[in-house]
């Protein structure tokens, strides 16, 4: 490999961790930094449920790609150590070993299922589909909340 290549792959080297580092960032959050992000994310995920009752056209797609990005984030926001603090987690969620309980998973992927079938409902301009996928949406919200978040 001649020099010019050499400095090439250095400096795609360094590009690649710059990139690399925000997720992995994003992956540590722990304990009270992670209940404040999920909480931010929940409240923005209710403003947005909200705006988007009834919808339509670049506005309907924007919030359903809102619920979309917050689920992909949600995700890695539940560490075993986040399950005390000020938070209205409910301890269900979390199995003994502190991996996420089976019916917590279930109703995460419902919801994020949900706000992909919104953002296609959505972007297919018909109404119809789209209070449907609303309805949905809302209710995977509920079904999540009545089993693992306090009142
Ligand atoms: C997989 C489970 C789950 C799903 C799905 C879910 N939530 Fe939540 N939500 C929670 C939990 C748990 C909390 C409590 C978080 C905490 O206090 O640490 C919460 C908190 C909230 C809060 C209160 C935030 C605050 O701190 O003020 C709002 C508002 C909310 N959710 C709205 C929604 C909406 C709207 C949806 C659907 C678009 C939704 N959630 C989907 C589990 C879920």
Redesign the pocket.
């Known amino acids: 490999m001649n020099l010019k290549r050499m400095t090439t792959f250095a400096v795609l080297g360094v590009v690649a961790a710059g990139l690399t580092a925000p997720v992995i960032a994003q992956d540590m959050l722990m304990g009270a930094d992670a ?1 404040e992000r ?3 994310l ?2 923005s ?2 403003m ?2 909200r705006g988007a009752r009834g919808a339509s056209g670049d506005e309907a797609i924007a919030a359903a790609e809102t ?1 979309v990005s ?2 992909a984030e ?1 995700g890695d926001l539940w560490p075993a150590d ?1 399950m005390e603090g ?5 301890p269900e ?1 979390w199995n003994e070993d502190g991996s996420l309980s089976e019916g ?1 998973l279930t ?2 992927n ?3 299922s ?2 992909d079938a919104l953002l296609a409902a959505a972007q297919s301009g018909d109404a119809e589909a789209f209070g449907a996928a609303f309805g949905a ?2 209710g ?2 509920g ?3 009545q089993s ?3 009142d």
């Open positions: 209940i999920r909480q931010e929940m409240k995920n209710g947005t449920l619920l917050n689920f949600l986040s000020d938070t209205k987690a409910r969620i917590f109703a995460y419902n919801a994020s949900a706000a949406m809302g995977s919200c079904a999540c909340h693992y978040q306090f």
